[in-house]
């Protein structure tokens, strides 16, 4: 505020040294005389009035400064600035400098003689006259001259007012810039000030928020505190339980070692058990194989199928007799008529023996009990095969898979070997047997193989049989769907895709005819890494189509070469029987599709059981005949003991 009162006043003081260079009026002198006073002489005081004109502004100027100066130095403090800045525009003068003005003594030399009042007192009792021109003259350079003298001190004293003015403007430009400068670190300081009040009051909040989190942390260390109370008193309880459990604990420890002992003894009797296990498994696989070899490696089982409800009203069973006391025998009677007429020459008797007799009353389930020890030869290692051979409609489909709507009372044998392996491996997994099941179902269809779980659109080229290697008679069908399956549902689900994919016909004895061979075949391989024990065997179960007698099928166009590829393999397949029995060096395997693919099957090496299948109907008592004694020979071969396929 002083450096500001400064200035001003500096501002002051050079408009006043600015003002100074004009006249300063004179006061007592009076404007120019009129017309009426030219011929009097002039006096002191109308010489007076006639001062320069530069003199007269210089004193008012003067005037006028030192009254504005006593003006602004009567305002207040805080009201000068804007009474500085009217002083004149753009310019300020300091207070100070105008005060300055207002004390400082008047020059003499600033301040014109009054020689008028003087000459009017030495000629005051003498004036010139008119006529006095002289007079007149000298008096007017006397005063011309003293107007010099004014003029010339005047025009110093102005050119040190501008010498004082140039001073005063350079310190008031060094002034300003200080201002400048002051204001600029005026303005950050109150940028920084604002910033520090920002960071005040965000600390306040901060240390609110602190306050409160004091506060909750305080109220969670009480309780805290209490909850720690509670569980030092649980953890003692606990601590005495502990203790409690500690002596339990030793006691059992001593209890345990005791049963360690235990242990390691049932150990030593259980692996002494599994190894006796084990040895009594063997030697039930030898015994159960001893009893089948001596039932015969080849064998064969009569079915006759039950009267169905229309035939039961138009025949009877006569002609066939079921001994009671022996199950293995059949006997068939037929009447001869007399040469001569319709005399009745005696009643014609027809007696077979076979491993099995069954009649139309035995069920599904008693004709599988006599098979069930066949199927476990397959899950201990041998090749097994069961199929079913007869005449169209003697029930041969029926005894291998079943009724279309079947029923567990009314399954076939294909299912219920499929569900006789799997609990068997059941059974032998405690004992260290694991096994893996492939399945794959075809039919032979006019000498050609197809795949019956696939269905027709998608099937392919023609299937071929061959060798799995040079050195290996296993024989596989390659492009054959191999499925594996882990349950019995898996293959009944297959079951039901082969049964609707499988090429059947209606013929003058059946409705319902199968026109080709259907083959199921489960490969089943099993492990015993305890023992390094490894088999494989395959359970092969065959639904023969029917034999027909073309003068009673009267089969026509693609039924009569149906009929024709089905009679040949049936015929091959007796044909290869027959050289098995006889010991023949050649067996004729590759003269049908159905004896080369169940080549491993039939051979020495492998277990074979034969379904033969007739009607109960006395007008196929002649085609019953025919199957009869082709199931005689087949009872009477002899090809040798199998073999189990283990390593």
């Known amino acids: 505020m002083e450096q500001k009162g400064n200035a001003d006043g500096r501002q002051v003081l050079l408009a006043g040294k600015a003002l100074s260079q004009l006249p300063l009026p004179v006061p007592g002198l009076r404007a120019k005389r009129g017309h009426s006073d030219e011929n009097q002489p002039p006096t002191e005081q109308k010489r007076a009035r006639r001062l320069p004109v530069p003199t007269r502004r210089v004193a008012a100027s003067i005037a006028t400064t030192c009254s504005k100066a006593s003006a602004a130095a009567a305002i207040p403090r805080t009201q000068r600035a804007g009474h500085r800045a009217s002083l004149r525009p753009g310019l300020t003068i300091p207070a100070a400098s105008v005060a300055d003005i207002v004390r400082r003594p008047v020059p003499v030399a600033a301040v014109p003689k009054m020689a008028a009042p003087a000459l009017a007192a030495g000629n005051e009792g003498k004036k010139r006259a008119a006529w006095d021109l002289?007079?007149?003259l000298s008096d007017m350079r006397t005063k011309v001259s003293s107007y010099k003298d004014k003029v010339q001190r005047l025009d110093g004293e102005n050119q040190q007012l501008k010498r004082q003015l140039q001073e005063q403007v350079v310190q008031n430009q060094e002034l300003s810039s200080q201002v400048s400068t002051l204001s600029s670190a005026l303005h950050t300081c109150q940028e920084q000030a604002q910033q520090r009040l920002h960071k005040v009051m965000e600390l306040s909040d901060l240390k609110q928020q602190l306050e409160?989190?004091?506060?909750?942390?305080?109220?969670?260390?009480r309780q805290l505190e209490g909850t720690k109370r509670d569980l030092s008193s649980l953890l003692e309880t606990r601590e005495v339980k502990l203790k409690l459990v500690e002596d339990g604990l030793a006691q059992r420890e001593c209890e345990n070692k005791e049963l360690r002992g235990q242990v390691a003894a049932q150990l030593q009797v259980m692996t002494q058990q599994e190894e006796r296990l084990h040895h009594l498994e063997m030697e039930r696989r030898r015994l159960h194989n001893l009893v089948q070899e001596l039932k015969g490696n080849i064998r064969v089982f009569c079915r006759v199928r039950p009267l169905l409800a229309w035939e039961e009203r138009q025949t009877g069973l006569e002609h066939l007799h079921f001994p009671l006391q022996d199950n293995k025998a059949l006997v068939l009677s037929k009447v001869e008529e007399s040469h001569f007429g319709?005399?009745?020459?005696?009643?014609?008797?027809?007696?077979?023996?076979?491993d099995r007799v069954f009649s139309p009353a035995c069920s599904q389930e008693?004709?599988?009990?006599e098979i069930a020890l066949l199927v476990q030869s397959a899950l201990d290692g041998y090749n097994v095969c069961i199929f079913a051979y007869g005449q169209t409609g003697s029930g041969k489909t029926y005894t291998m898979e079943g009724p279309d709507d079947m029923s567990p009372e009314t399954m076939g044998m294909i299912p219920r070997a499929v569900r006789q392996v799997f609990q068997g491996a059941q059974e032998l997994e405690p004992k260290g047997w694991q096994y893996r099941f492939t399945a794959n179902f075809l039919e032979i269809y006019n000498e050609s193989l197809r795949d019956l779980l696939v269905g027709r659109p998608e099937r392919g080229a023609e299937l071929e049989i061959k060798r799995v290697s040079q050195s290996s008679e296993e024989l596989h069908v390659p492009n054959l769907r191999y499925v594996p399956v882990d349950s019995e549902d898996e293959v009944l689900k297959l079951l039901q895709t082969a049964k609707a994919n499988r090429s059947v016909?209606?013929?003058?004895l059946n409705d319902r005819s199968s026109r080709s061979h259907s083959l199921f075949q489960l490969r089943i391989e099993g492990w015993n890494r305890s023992r390094d024990l490894h088999s494989v065997s395959v359970l092969s179960l065959v639904d023969l189509a029917g034999s027909e007698r073309l003068d009673k099928s009267f089969s026509k166009g693609e039924r009569l070469r149906e009929t024709q590829a089905i009679n040949t393999s049936l015929s091959t397949l007796g044909l290869v029987i027959m050289a098995l029995s006889n010991k023949e060096p050649h067996i004729p395997y590759r003269n049908s599709k159905l004896t080369y693919l169940l080549q491993n099957s039939l051979g020495g090496?492998?277990?074979m059981l034969m379904f033969v299948n007739i009607s109960p109907l006395e007008e196929n008592l002649s085609e019953s005949l025919n199957s009869l004694r082709f199931a005689s020979?087949?009872?009477?071969?002899?090809?040798?003991?199998?073999?189990?396929?283990?390593?």
């Open 366 to 369: 008693e004709v599988f009990e």
């Open 605 to 607: 090496n492998s277990k």
């Open 212 to 221: 409160e989190q004091v506060t909750s942390h305080s109220r969670t260390i």
């Open 633 to 647: 020979k087949v009872n009477e071969c002899v090809i040798g003991t199998a073999q189990a396929n283990r390593k």
């Open 342 to 354: 319709r005399d009745r020459k005696g009643d014609v008797k027809y007696d077979f023996i076979f």
């Open 134 to 136: 002289k007079g007149q």
């Open 505 to 508: 016909a209606k013929t003058a």
